[in-house]
């Protein structure tokens, strides 16, 4: 495993327990979504997994360091005074890398936006400032890249896109992924293997495999083994919304 929790638990003070016991593990090259209700705990769960915070009760396990681990969040959060390169750049000058903003021009073309950076934040849309946060995640060949809904505020046919240059980029050097998402669709498409979260505190209610290639085959969205994936992680969530 490159990142594993353990039977973890947190508490946050007098406001009570946040998630668990909860138990969930990333293995190299393996890509895992993680769905659940809003405030079971994910964003805490992904915390733990890249070593942000430390559990009340419970053990994490990492085999890779800080360096090698790259978090990607919702709200876009790149530098709005520098450009999309400088961004992209920023994690590897941090490291004192010498040929920063060469590599970092190379990870803005793996994300289908070579040319653009030398563009500010303020002039990219939505669905490219993802992307530019991306490049930036993948500038430094992480073995672990924790996403935490990372394309909830796009539009779909932007997501659709976005996920596909996922798989793409994942396929370049097969880091662990670990994806946190409100959409089941996006969690089937995107991930071998679809963990479902019960209402807070969070446990795991359910663990879905999608069983075909990563990336994903021509038409793989309307299969009949797409749907009954979306189908048994829905009938998952909803069985562990009314057992809460
Ligand atoms: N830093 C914090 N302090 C206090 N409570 C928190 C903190 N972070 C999260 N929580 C609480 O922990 C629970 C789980 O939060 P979170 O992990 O953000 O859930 P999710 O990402 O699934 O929506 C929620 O009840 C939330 O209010
Ligand atoms: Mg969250």
Redesign the pocket.
């Known amino acids: 495993m490159i990142a594993e929790l353990r039977s973890v638990e947190v508490d ?1 003070g007098r ?1 009570g327990r ?2 668990g016991p909860f138990s969930l593990g990333a293995a190299p090259g393996e890509i895992v979504a993680v769905v ?1 209700p ?7 769960a992904l915390r733990l997994l890249g070593g942000l915070e430390q559990p009340t009760r419970g053990e994490v396990r990492r085999t890779v360091g800080r360096g090698e681990t790259a978090v990607v969040f919702q709200a876009p959060t790149l530098a709005p005074w520098a450009s999309a390169g400088a961004n992209v750049a920023l994690p590897l000058e941090l490291a004192g890398v010498a040929d920063a903003r060469a590599r970092a021009d190379a990870a803005l073309e793996r994300v289908g936006l070579s040319g653009h950076g030398d563009a500010s934040p303020a002039q990219l849309s939505g669905g490219m400032a993802m992307r530019v946060s991306l490049a930036r995640a993948l500038v430094t060949d992480p073995k672990l890249l924790l996403l935490d809904e990372p394309f909830a505020a796009l539009d779909a046919l932007t997501r659709r896109r976005l996920v596909e240059d996922l798989h793409r980029v994942w396929d370049q050097t097969r880091p662990a992924v670990v994806f946190v998402t409100h959409d089941v669709e996006e969690a089937v498409y995107l991930a071998g293997r679809v963990v479902v979260m019960t209402p ?1 505190p969070g446990r795991t209610a359910a663990e879905i495999a999608v069983d075909a290639p990563l990336p994903r085959p021509e038409g793989f969205r309307t299969s009949l083994g797409f749907r009954e994936a979306v189908a048994a992680v829905e009938a998952a969530l909803a069985l562990a919304e009314t057992a809460a």
């Open positions: 946050y406001r946040a998630l659940g809003s405030g079971c705990g994910k964003s805490t807070g």
